[in-house]
């Protein structure tokens, strides 16, 4: 069994930083693109920010500028640096993990809550 480790998650005021941690196994993560994902009450689950294994990034328009996704092969952590915070951002954030090849997989990790006040 697959697990995706997530944590930084947290309570922060309207324009705070959080940064969001997750690990992948070492088996798996070199070759995955990875992802941030969110989904908050009541919406559905929205890709936030991905990285590819060479190092390619995308993000959701509404993040631009604010969030940045990074990955540390040596360590099988993909990082979400989380800056200008808004009530808008709070959601569980979700990490995955996809690989399509001659194997094929698509792991999510359990979710970490993020919670900005205004």
């Known amino acids: 069994q697959v697990q995706l480790v997530e944590s930084g998650g947290g309570l922060v005021q309207a324009g705070g930083s959080l940064r969001l941690s997750c690990v992948a196994p070492?088996?798996?993560?070199?070759?995955?693109?990875m992802g941030w994902y969110r989904q908050a009450p009541g919406k559905q689950r929205e890709l936030v920010a991905a990285?590819?294994?060479?190092?390619?990034?995308n993000y959701v328009d509404s993040v631009k500028g604010r969030f940045t996704i990074s990955r540390d092969n040596a360590k099988n952590t993909v990082y979400l640096q989380m800056n200008s915070l808004k009530p808008e951002d709070t959601a569980v954030y979700y990490c995955?993990?996809?690989?399509?090849?001659?194997?094929?997989?698509?792991?999510w990790g359990q979710g970490t809550q993020v919670t900005v006040s205004s």
């Open positions: 995955n993990a996809i690989f399509s090849g001659f194997l094929k997989w698509n792991y």
């Open positions: 070492g088996s798996i993560f070199s070759v995955s693109s």
């Open positions: 990285i590819t294994s060479g190092g390619s990034t």
